[in-house]
């Protein structure tokens, strides 16, 4: 293995780990307020396509991010008026914004661009050069978001309350903390940062919008989370191991010493594992998954 | 039915809950309403797409064929989903079993070229790869959402492989070596559908006697609506919740057998498994807006198998074929609030 | 206490909830500042409703609050904490995961949302706090990993550190081993001797002797009298709480118990927290007759009743039913063996409320041959004519069989449950609470019912909190009081207040040495 191979890896590696991360981040935050989401494959489909369209009408590819952004926050508060004002089950609307992007997307390709499945983007989010490399901006954004989620989420009275909400809003609602206020703006917040996560993946690291680029993702983010006991600073590390494999997978294949799809299988058995409570103990919020009900 | 007695069309209906009948029906015409405005807003005609869908779907005795040929595996998978759902586990796991379904089939008949034989072997590998979620949630208490998504990109994976690999076809690498003549499923009259269908229609309504008929089934919905209450009835909530994961498997993976076991004229798994993947993720739709119940399911399964049908003479009036999936995407969203008709019922009142 | 002026004034309280149940008749309140007062009663005498009335928790269908002078009305636990009066519930509201202190600033933390928390600050003055008051609490451990006791006082430290003077504790002893509650009550005494109030719930006698300065006795929604502790006793307590005019007696004919169906030997029974439940205890239910176990509610019955019916498994000890040991079986293998149990929590457990009256008429049965086609398979049409019958038998007034059992009454659900029970043909009935939130009708039915039982020579164990309905029925009672039996005894052998004391903690054995003083 070469010192070329090895940078290969490490910056396709960090390229792959932000819309992870993000992802992760953000999911982690939800959950930790009590709110669960599967929705965020479909999310970062959705905002990757929507972004691009921003991008593309304002001239500049960051108001792609940040309309991938805003994308994103809309279908949080879909979710979240769903989930937490409703009461509704928490599984279901996920499945249905995952079916729902799946096929918005190739339709709105089609309709909007008048190409079949794919569009490339004529220009993309501008990178930093350092020696022969580039790398974005984004990689360096996306560990401020999570070194900030994580001290929000652990140091603040912010992130006190929320984690309250999601281990006991029974207790929190005593103390006078408006819980489900909290549980809102938090799955906002986690399917925001699944905008941005989209928005990157169109506007800034592939360049191209295409029918089913979200290739998973959004449930790859999932795995990270739980790999990561729920906290957005592991999530980064988790996140950057999930985007080796995939950089590892992609490097090993033309050499054919394993078969890829083991390597790809990787990441998932690990998370199972520690699900398992056999290595470590991942533990979710308490009260994850379950709306409240003030008596 | 003749085990339960004489049921007739009454006890039929009671089974089925109007408002929930109502609630399906109200969340596919906002699906649809929904749809038309967007196809509206891109300068499509919506009457003429949906009549083309239409047509597609029911217009002739071919297109009828189509409708049931598709709609087969999704009621399978859609049974999976509502086993567990009436369970109280939330079981996603459809997919991967449908994966190792076909798998099993293109494997076990190229051995023993015998139908039933294929179909065995799938349902059984199907239940076996629901083994480590049930398990898991049972001895570890880990939640099954978490477990079946990480095993259905497990099973994809592992299943991938074995397309390209050991069960590749030497002739056409990209597909699998195929179902030999003697195990595939015979076709009714000169049409795509094949007994499959029946089959799949069959099961379900196994499924609704095993569910309101057996002593298992009757723990089985007790521990879904109350695991305190079974436990004091005698019932035991973790052998309910093990079965209900087998039982499930076993329809999954029954489905992919068939899916392959009928694909004319290949009867092949396709490059990258593109014809067997996203089954499971369009049964949970079809059971969701079946009410999780095996009777509405057969009915919601012919409704998107009709969708799925109609959908390329929609094509040529022009419309992208998507915009089938946002109406999908839209029903279960709507399908997803809780008390809809109520909810509706309130706000028109208030509005008058 | 002549011209003392009280703290908190409680005139004409009235509560009546939704579904009609007066739990409060008018009720007058008077506390002091600076005194512990007892608020002592039994279960469902309207104690904790009144504190959560006057915790902000409950809005009183009428009445008047006064607290320091000014009269108040509260829309929620934040109100009536910012004038001072806080609550510690039976069950804490704790965020098990996060330590002390965070769970004692939780929304309280002081600055901004986005501001780090000062958690040396907030240690520096818990810590001040904590030595003022001469009680400690580790602030850095997860509360999971707290003591019981711990954990309380991790409660009433969250009260204190709002500034409260008015302290509730609601039954704060029902959860402590006896080396911790006199710690608490060490507590209680230096909060008291800082110029705090405090209001302490309970129904355990000797503890309200111990710590309290007067006792208010609360009975059925009404004060029956407030005394000075110190001139008060056990018996005169007792009689205040629990007494009773007139026991209108079933007619029940004289009879020659049989042979033991039930034995419990020495049944040592853990809680849901670790706790010792049940204590080594030790009875026995005969053919023909009706043992009931009075008691306040949090005493070990419900673990006792689930060791008994196959729903708990016990630490030491044994359960022998028909002489055979049933120690640890099963539900379903109980009633294969003969029982039958009416559970108390009818809504919970006893009932599939989303199911349909016929299919819970076989919930317990579904797998017996008279409900099989063949085996596996459920013959419905003969379950259908099962709840008929059950309907039929008991007058049950139900939309029809197959109507979801939710749309009855629960007078009727009840009816339908003793109905299902009894049709199991048992030889021992365990019915635990079988007329709690029951019209009266119903009520007297199945009283009447559980007495034919008896007469038809089945065994029956009834458990209940309602003292009326366990002097009604048995023929033995046993007064549980924190695992144990205070005594085993026939009704008409004591008085209601000997009864009274020993379910105040006073065993039979003791009860000539408290009655004096």
Redesign the interface.
Known sequence: MDVGAIIFLLKTSLMAMVPIVLTSVGAAWSERAGVVSIGYEGVILASAFFGAIFAEISGHASIGLLGGLFVGALFGMLHGFLTVYLKGDHVIPGIGINLLAAGLVPFGIIAYWGTAGQHTLPFTLWHIQIGHNEFSPMIFVTIAIAIVTWW?LF????G??V??CG??P???D????NVEKYRFWSTVYGHALAGLAGAYMSVDWLGLVHKTMSGGRGFIALANMVFSNWNPLVSLIGGWLFGFFDALATWLAPKHIVPEQFIYMLPYIMTLVIVAGIIGKARPP?ADGKPYKRE | MK???KPGVGEIL?KINFKAFVESIIAVAIGFLIGAIILLAFGYDPIKAYTALFEGGLASTENIAATLHYSTPILLTALTFAIGSRTGIFNIGAESSFYFGAIAAIAFTNIWGNLWFGLLMGMVLGALWALPAALLKVYRGVHEVITTIMLNWIGWYFVTWLIVDPYANPSNPIKTIRVPESARLPTIGDTILSWGFIIAVVVAILMYVLLW????G??M??SG??Q?????????PKAAIVWSFIIGGITSGLGGAMKIMSEFPGYAISQGGANISGFGFDGIGVSLVGRNHPLGIILSAIFFGMLKAGTSSMQQTGVPLEIVKVIQGIIIITVAVPGLYDLLKKSFRRAA | MGDRQPIVEMKGIVKVYSDGTRALNGVDLTVYPGEILGLLGENGAGKTTLMKILFGMLKPTSGKIIVKGEEVQFK???DAISMGIGMVHQHF??????DAL??I?????G???????DVEGAKKRLQKLMDDLNFQVPLDVPVENLPVGVQQRVEILKMLYRNVDILILDEPTAVLTPIEVEELFQVLRKLKSEGKTIIFISHKLNEVMEITDRVTVIRKGQVIGTVNTKEATPQLLAKMMVGRDVVLRIEKPPKEPGKPILQVKNLWVKGDRGEESVKGLSFEVREGEIFGIAGVEGNGQTELIESI?G?RKPEKGEIILNDRDITGR???EL?DMGMA?I?E?RT????????TVT?NSI??L??REKF??FK??????KAREHAKELIERFDISAPGT?APVKSLSGGNQQKLIVAREVSKEPVLIVASQPTRGVDVASTEYIRNYLVKLRNEGKAVLLVSADLDEVLQLSDRMGIMYEGEFMGVVRPEEVTIEEIGMMMGGIRYEELGKARGR
Not at chain 1, 174 to 177: S, T, Y
Not at chain 3, 93 to 98: H, I, K, N
Not at chain 3, 105 to 109: A, C, P, S
Not at chain 3, 111 to 117: D, N, P, V
């Open positions: 929000l140091k603040t009275p912010l006190l309350r984690r309250a281990e006991n029974e207790a929190a005593a103390l006078g903390i308490k | 085990s339960s007695g009671e008929h057996t002593t298992l009757f723990g919905r007790a609506y109350n305190r209450a079974a436990r004091y009835g005698g019932i035991n | 929620s636990p934040l509201t704790l965020v098990e995961v996060f965070h769970n600033i939780l929304g309280m933390e600055h901004g949302l986005f501001s780090k928390i019916t729903l099963s539900p379903k009633y149990h559970p929590d919970n457990m006893g009932l599939i409320l989303d199911m299919e919930l317990g579904q797998w099989q086609r596996g398979v459920i013959y419905w049409g197959e």
